[in-house]
C-alpha cells in the first residue's frame, strides 16, 4: 500500500504526459498530450447523443482524428489543431492517424475494451466508456 494522500497533495498533483510521435508517413511528429478526465468524458461524450425519443445515437465518424484533434499540441501542450480539423484529418492516411491515436488513447487510459463499450453500448454504435486502463483501442 502506498502513502495515503491528503485532499491537498492530490489537487497538487501535475499528472499530465506528454509524448513525441514520429509520423514517418507524414516525415515528421508532434506531441501528444493526455487527456484530463473532463476531457475524456467530453471525448465520450461526442461519440453519444440522447435522441428526442430517449434513444442513444452514436457518432463513430473520425473518431481516431477527433481523438488526435483533441491531443496533439505542442511542446507547451498549446493545441496543434481546432475541432473543425477533425474531418480533414479524417481523411489522412490510416495509418498516420492511427499511430497518434494509439498514443493518445495510451495515455488518457482508453483502452481496447473501452471502445468495444463505446460502439456496442449505442446498439448502432458507441456510448459512455468504461474507465479500464489498458493499451490503446483497436476499434
Known amino acids: 500500500m502506498g502513502t495515503p494522500l491528503s485532499r ?3 489537487l497538487a498533483i501535475n499528472d499530465a504526459r506528454i ?3 514520429a509520423i514517418p508517413e507524414w516525415e515528421g511528429g508532434f506531441y501528444v498530450r493526455s487527456l484530463t478526465a473532463a476531457e475524456r468524458d467530453a ?3 461526442s461519440i453519444v447523443s440522447i435522441d428526442d425519443e430517449g ?3 452514436s457518432n463513430m465518424t473520425n473518431l481516431r482524428a477527433r481523438l488526435v484533434v483533441r491531443t496533439a ?3 507547451d501542450r498549446s493545441p496543434v489543431f481546432m475541432e473543425s480539423d477533425a474531418e ?3 481523411t489522412k492516411l490510416a495509418s498516420a492517424v492511427d499511430r497518434a491515436y494509439s498514443v493518445a488513447a495510451r495515455l488518457s487510459g482508453i483502452s481496447g475494451q473501452d471502445a468495444r ?3 456496442k453500448n449505442s446498439g448502432a454504435g458507441p456510448s459512455a466508456g468504461s474507465s479500464s486502463s489498458s493499451p490503446s483501442p483497436s476499434a
Open 8 to 10: 491537498e497533495s492530490i
Open 19 to 21: 509524448e513525441w510521435v
Open 55 to 57: 434513444n442513444r445515437q
Open 88 to 90: 480533414v484529418l479524417g
Open 43 to 45: 471525448w465520450e461524450a
Open 117 to 119: 463499450e463505446l460502439e
Open 73 to 75: 499540441c505542442v511542446v
